[in-house]
């Protein structure tokens, strides 16, 4: 058959108009964007992360190419909250507290013992505490924070020395805690020997011993198989943890309106999946660590919040974040000192 240009042409354009719907070629997506987080592939983030991306490219029909990044695969937090500030990652999910390194104000939604209960963890950070800490985000940095914050749960203290009880036993204690300000403040209050590690670091530091303790919530303990590393688990819920899932503002601003509703759409309706998957899993991994070996016990609240209360811990806070935004927190959480 004489190829001539007019027919090559003519079957080009053809192929072209079946391939969004064909499967003839891979269409190159308009705008492929990078989403990176810390946490192991098989935690909820990584599930729900997933699905949303898959979501995303079928609803923007293959426009957007939202890559997932799990488990440190573009660095540690440090060097993805870099990377998000300067662009060169377009989302991040981050604890409130470690982007407190950049946006102080954020760490609010991590006061130790505030929250009673998810009821009140979801009326704060959906109402106007979270609103506030949104505000002051996409204030002072390039950065913006989708409305719904994703769940990390009550953060537990586990050790390979000894079951953490009363405050005392953390004296002295090498305990990680994650690169935050917020977290130093509140286990030099405990009297602890306290170690920011961040969590790309953290199996390895409890394995060569460099730190003999850690906190986080059941989910990650079981997900990133700390209880490998970790006897003890005391169930401490010293303080309620969330991420943000931040976005670098020109990024998103490259995006049409259609595809940046689309994008906001799905973020915000992965995390409200994200944070029922967590909160079963946190409510039901007990068993299968202790089945794994780990010694369980409970730890009385009163006795560590009278810690920090004596060791001006809240006070000092109280004057760090001001009288306004502490009190659009004690609106949710009641009287705290
Ligand atoms: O670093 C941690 O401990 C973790 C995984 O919980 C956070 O991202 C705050």
């Known amino acids: 058959m004489n190829i001539t240009r007019r027919n090559l042409l003519a079957g080009a354009s053809a192929t072209a108009l079946a391939a969004p719907f064909g499967t003839a070629f891979a269409q190159k997506a308009e705008f492929t964007v990078k989403y990176g987080n810390n946490l192991p592939v098989t935690h909820p983030m990584n599930i729900r992360a997933a699905e949303m991306a898959a979501k995303i ?29 300067s662009g060169a990652l377009d989302y ?26 998810y009821t009140q963890v979801w009326a704060a950070m959906d109402g106007d505490l979270g609103a506030h800490v949104r505000k002051q985000i996409a204030g002072s940095s390039t950065l913006f924070a989708f409305e719904k914050i994703w769940d990390n749960g009550y953060r537990q203290m586990t050790s390979s020395t000894r079951a ?4 005392e036993d953390l004296k002295g204690m090498k305990i990680r805690i994650p690169p935050s300000p917020f977290w130093v403040s509140m286990f030099k209050a405990f009297e602890a020997s306290p170690a920011t590690i961040n969590f790309a670091e953290v199996y390895s530091s409890l394995q ?10 059941l989910a990650i303990i079981a997900t990133a198989k700390l209880n490998e590393v970790q006897k003890f688990c005391s ?31 799905n973020v915000n309706a992965a995390g409200l999946n994200q944070r029922a998957d967590v909160k079963t899993l946190n409510d039901n ?13 409970n730890a009385e609240a009163e006795p560590f919040r009278a810690k920090l209360r004596s060791a001006g811990f809240y006070a000092d806070w109280h ?12 609106k949710y959480t009641g009287k705290l000192v």
Do not use: C
């Open 164 to 167: 953490i009880t009363k405050p």
């Open 208 to 217: 060569t011993k460099v730190v003999d303790a850690q906190e986080n919530p």
């Open 285 to 297: 991994l007990q068993a299968d660590l202790k089945g794994k070996g780990m010694v369980f016990n």
């Open 92 to 117: 991040f999910t981050l604890s409130p507290l470690i982007l407190g390194t950049l946006v102080p104000a954020a760490q609010i939604s991590g006061v130790g013992f505030a929250f009673k209960d």
């Open 57 to 85: 490219k079928e609803e923007s029909k293959g426009r957007i190419d939202f890559q997932v990044y799990p488990n440190n695969q573009l660095g540690n937090d440090t060097d993805m909250l870099s990377q998000v500030r």
């Open 319 to 330: 004057k760090k974040f001001g009288d306004e935004a502490w009190a659009v927190l004690e």
């Open 235 to 265: 169930m401490t819920n010293h303080m309620w943890d969330g991420f943000w899932f931040l976005g670098n503002k020109k990024s998103f601003e490259r995006l049409p309106a259609d595809l940046q509703a689309i994008v906001t759409r």
